[in-house]
T-cell receptor
């Protein structure tokens, strides 16, 4: 069965600190996608990244970076030099080829508060 | 800047009333999803369409919920009659074949 776990329910950091959001997934499929979405206080879900199961290269986009490790079934997200605008709920998600890429399973989310 | 549009953004209604939520997909996106978000259940997939045809509505309470796509630029989610337990944020998301879903701003529904 597919499952996404985000063990950190809430995190608070002081501005300019680095923070890592953990994501652990379960799947029996060898072909799948992993995603991160951001939900700021305004409520809209914003797509951040998609990674397919065959690409374990780490990704960096500005202050954001993602570490995908199949050996530990993890897809962690790091924000470097956090800013107040990073305060949001972050969702990790998974979709499998066998089940259908349309069926995206979302984790429970991690609420990040960046304190000025 | 292509975005998914949802209306209304907020809706307060009384129990028993009909509620209709609308979604305009990103131009060219042929797959439309409806999700419900609550504190208790998180994000749940209710139903989705591809090329206007319903593919899966197994997550949707059939007795009171209905979803349609009258045309390629409009998807609707209707609740009749509404109940307090339907209070949630309803999201529309669309994808254009890249297997990535782009979400609208949501409709926050409160049923009194």
């Amino acid at each position: 069965a597919q499952k996404v776990t985000q063990a950190q329910t809430e995190i608070s950091v002081v501005e300019k600190e680095d923070v890592t959001l953990d994501c652990v997934y379960e799947t029996r499929d060898t072909t799948y996608y992993l995603f991160w979405y951001k939900q700021p206080p305004s409520g809209e879900l914003v797509f951040l990244i998609r990674r397919n199961s065959f690409d374990e290269q780490n990704e960096i986009s500005g202050r954001y970076s993602w570490n995908f490790q199949k050996s530990t079934s993890s897809f962690n997200f790091t924000i470097t030099a956090s800013q107040v605008v990073d305060s949001a709920v972050y969702f990790c998600a998974l979709s499998e080829y066998k089940t259908s890429y349309d069926k995206v399973i979302f984790g429970p989310g991690t609420s990040l508060s960046v304190i000025p | 800047d292509a975005r998914v549009t949802q209306t209304p953004r907020h809706k307060v209604t009384e129990m028993g009333q009909e509620v209709t939520m609308r979604c305009q997909p990103i131009l060219g996106h042929n797959t439309v999803f409806w999700y419900r978000q609550t504190m208790m259940q998180g994000l749940e997939l209710l139903a989705y369409f591809r090329n206007r045809a319903p593919l899966d509505d197994s997550g949707m309470p059939k007795d009171r919920f209905s979803a349609e796509m009258p045309d390629a630029t409009l998807a609707t989610l209707k609740i009749q009659p509404s109940e307090p337990r339907d209070s949630a944020v309803y999201f529309c998301a669309t994808s254009g074949g890249s297997d990535t879903q782009y979400f609208g701003p949501g409709t926050r529904l409160t049923v009194l």
